[in-house]
């Protein structure tokens, strides 16, 4: 008889629990916590998308959907990629529906690496990316983003990490943790990597909705860059539908097709019921969109200037709802803070390690809660920084 | 009147939360405090911004519950004034809370908050009904408020997420 740890697949065996997981626990315990640690929109889902989701199953539409999706669905996400972003998809080709954009990024993964292939990942981002790519058999390789200059990745620092196995460079935004956006030339420089060593791009655009200072630009949209990226987004942010879990990817033919083998093997499609919610949400939520971005937007400038003022020097991030601060003056690690914090005060943030060493030295705040929570969220790391800091 | 994005972004916060200071409204929409205020002046000079007010929810208040009907009046337009003239007579009795010229079936619509039916029944028999250019009044008692002014009296307000995620 072998132990019972011998039949765990070594891999996964191997794999880091996500650092998120223990204050996770912390906090769930403890009463009259304020969380600022939440990666998820605080608006429920518009009303007229749960209302559709409901009208569909009065209806009877229980059954599964093409591999792909519901073709009306992707019809309106090729329509919305379009008209919000100026990149042409084929609905029938190009685009498929997922389980939320973290399946999307495991399909994607999957059907292009083989075992020793190198992915670039530019740190700090999604606890998800550096496990996934193992998962795959691949290897990631991590790049840090330029503290100096607001978390975007400089192209030398890419470049150095390019090796002959390299197959991919994936980046988000706008990203999580950080909140950074890469405006066109940011993205242009990437692109110009990309092509000059014949690379793929994935790029995780799961935040484009909520992208606060002017228009939001996508991989695909600079110039021969569509035929070499891959484009993860979803409903998940933009639209509140976290637990629809709801998200699509669009790449080249085959690209696409090779992702739909996985896809229809591993998952067959995507709940219906979610997906008359999305083609509800592309044909009527633009407003409601709109409405949540505004106030996203507000509590961004609010937040962003109550920790300057604070002492605790933080960025303006283009997008997303999250504020990443540098707590380095208060000389404590980011789990020293996070955890202190948490027990003296009750204010529940993630210590910005989590997502990568780059992070070290940084908080991510999430700004995905009330005005008012975020008020008294405020006096609270004022209180715990007066008592702290000597 | 144009207003210019800043000014935009300001009515916008204060028509939700009149209370806030000027320290928070300057954070929210970017602004330096002096900004804000000399914005917040000007509205209120212009009578954009008419008046800071609340939504109170009286129902909850023991004596104080009130009755709140709405009349549809239908009144005889005057020549050269048109309803101008009649609803200024209307909405100047200070039980009147709103007034609005309607399309459709009847002209006015008023709103009137009473003590209690007596009340609105003596104001509306009495006062309203006859005016010279009142023809008919139809009057509806609101009998629970759901929703008032884009607030849901009785919202749904606890968070369902988990309090970490990535």
């Known amino acids: 008889m072998k132990t019972t740890k011998s039949y765990l697949s070594r891999t996964v065996e191997e794999l880091k629990p996500s650092g998120i997981r223990r204050f996770f626990d912390l906090a769930s315990g403890m009463e009259g916590v304020i969380s600022l640690g939440v990666g998820e929109p605080d608006f429920v889902t518009p009303w007229s998308v749960r209302e559709a989701a409901i009208l569909s199953l009065e209806q009877g539409y229980t059954s599964y959907t093409a591999n792909a999706g519901l073709l009306e669905l992707r019809q309106e996400i090729a329509s919305y990629l379009i008209n919000s972003f100026q990149v042409a998809y084929k609905p029938e080709s190009e685009i498929i529906v997922t389980v939320g954009a973290s399946q999307a990024i495991d399909i994607a993964l999957r059907s292009i690496l083989d075992p020793g292939d190198e992915v670039i990942i530019v740190e700090p981002c999604f606890v998800s990316y550096s496990p996934l790519v193992v998962l795959a058999g691949g290897k990631p390789v991590h790049v840090q983003a330029a503290k100096d200059n607001g978390f975007k990745i400089s192209g030398d620092t890419l470049k150095s990490a390019i090796t002959d196995k390299t197959k991919a460079i994936m980046i988000c935004s706008p990203n999580n943790p950080t909140g950074t956006l890469l405006e066109e030339d940011d993205l242009r420089e990437i692109a110009a990597i990309a092509k000059e060593h014949d690379l793929l791009v994935l790029s995780d655009e799961i935040y484009a909705e909520l992208a606060y200072d002017g228009a939001y630009t996508s991989m695909a949209a600079i110039e021969g860059m569509k035929e070499r990226t891959i484009l993860v987004s979803g409903f998940s942010k933009g639209f509140a539908m976290t637990g629809w879990r709801l998200g699509f990817v669009c790449a080249p033919q085959y690209i696409a097709e090779a992702m739909l083998k996985v896809h229809q093997y591993g998952m067959m499609c995507a709940p219906t019921m979610a997906q008359y919610a999305g083609l509800e949400a592309l044909r009527s939520g633009s407003s409601d969109v709109e409405e949540m971005r505004k106030s996203y937007r507000r509590r961004r400038n609010y937040m962003v200037s109550s920790f300057n003022e604070m002492g605790l020097d933080c960025h303006l991030p283009g997008g997303a709802f999250y504020v990443f601060p540098s707590i380095q003056a208060t000389g404590l690690t980011s789990e020293q803070f996070a955890e202190q914090l948490l027990m003296e005060e009750k204010v529940a943030v993630v210590p910005g390690n989590v997502f990568g060493e780059s992070g070290e030295g940084y908080i991510r705040c999430s700004y995905a809660t009330s005005m008012e929570q975020l008020q008294e969220a405020v006096r609270r790391i004022r209180s715990f920084l007066e008592k702290n800091t000597k | ?166």
Do not use: C
Not at chain 2, 112 to 128: H, Y
């Open chain 2, 1 to 166: 009147m144009q207003l210019t994005a800043k000014e935009l972004e300001v009515v916008e916060i204060v028509e939700k939360n009149s209370r806030i200071s000027n320290e928070d409204l300057a954070a929210m929409s970017g602004l330096a405090i002096e900004e804000t205020e000399e914005i917040l002046r000007k509205l209120e000079q212009l009578k954009v911004i008419v008046r800071y007010t609340s939504v109170i929810d009286w129902s909850k208040i023991e004596g104080h519950e009130g009755v709140t009907a709405m009349i549809d009046v239908k009144v005889t337009p005057k020549r050269g004034v048109g309803f101008d003239d009649i609803a200024k007579r209307i909405y100047r009795f200070p039980e009147v809370k709103s007034v609005y010229l309607m399309s459709g079936a009847y002209d006015l619509s008023v709103i009137i908050e009473g003590k209690s039916m007596n009340d609105v029944a003596r104001f509306v028999s009495q006062k309203l009904s006859t005016l010279d250019s009142v023809i008919s009044t139809t009057t509806h008692f609101i009998l629970k408020k759901y929703k008032h002014d884009g607030t849901i009296f009785e919202p749904e307000e606890d968070d369902k997420r988990i309090v970490v995620s990535p």
